[in-house]
Antibody, heavy 123, light 105 residues
């Protein structure tokens, strides 16, 4: 059973770049087609899709974050990563990585989740 | 695409049946999933393709569509069902509803 684990700094200074890594275990990232994604959740609030990357390196980003987001893939390390530039306090949230096998049934995205990691952006 | 979820909170008793709704801002076919999130945990997929139960999920959960509205129903509420629920559309990009917090009355 595939498992995901987020890692990275829990504190980022405002205006700097937030960088997180999601490590995949239990199966190879190359064992079929997958979408590898990031979602975030500010404390006490709802879920926001950040973006995804597929095994070919094709990306899709939330239009509201597109200018600041980069998601990349390193299948040799069984990892994918998130970079979010020009951070502000509004980027303070729990960041989750999630994945699903494609093609997926409608509505069956974000099938497998990491446990999440809290990132605080401080001034 | 926006997903308008209602109600934002709901109080119910053990054994009750409850329903939560989501209305998309445009047509999305059957591209709807429902997730359950407990405090301090990642969301868990319950239902996809509007009404298909994810493997291992209790049959007390069901999904349906009426017109443009999508509904999650939970029958015979159990203590472990008190959580926050989110709908998701993945017809065009990905949008979650605002969430419904289900609390014990």
């Amino acid at each position: 059973q595939m498992q995901l684990q987020e890692s990275g700094p829990g504190l980022v200074k405002s205006s700097q770049t937030l960088s997180l890594t999601c490590t995949v275990s239990g199966d190879s990232m190359n064992s079929g087609g997958f979408y590898w994604s990031w979602i975030r959740q500010p404390a006490g609030k709802g879920l926001e899709y950040i973006g995804r990357i597929d095994n070919s390196g094709n990306t899709n980003y939330n239009p509201s974050l597109r200018s600041r987001v980069t998601i990349s893939l390193d299948t040799s390390m069984n990892q994918f990563s998130l970079e979010l530039t020009s951070t502000t306090a509004a980027d303070t949230a729990i960041y989750y990585c999630a994945t699903w096998k494609v093609p997926a049934s409608p509505g069956r995205s974000f099938h497998i989740w990491g446990q999440g990691t809290m990132v605080t952006v401080s001034s | 695409i926006q997903m308008t979820q209602s109600p934002s909170s709901l109080s119910a008793s053990i054994g009750d049946r409850v329903t939560i709704s989501c209305r998309p801002s445009q047509a999305i076919g059957n591209h709807v999933g429902w997730y359950q999130q407990k405090p301090g945990k990642a969301p868990k997929l319950l239902i996809y393709e509007t009404s298909t139960l994810e493997s291992g999920v209790s049959s007390r959960f069901s999904g349906s569509r009426s017109g443009t509205d999508f509904t999650l129903s939970i029958s015979s509420l159990q203590p472990e069902d008190f959580a926050t629920y989110y709908c998701l559309q993945d017809f065009h990009d990905y949008t979650f509803g605002q969430g419904t917090k289900l609390e014990i009355k």
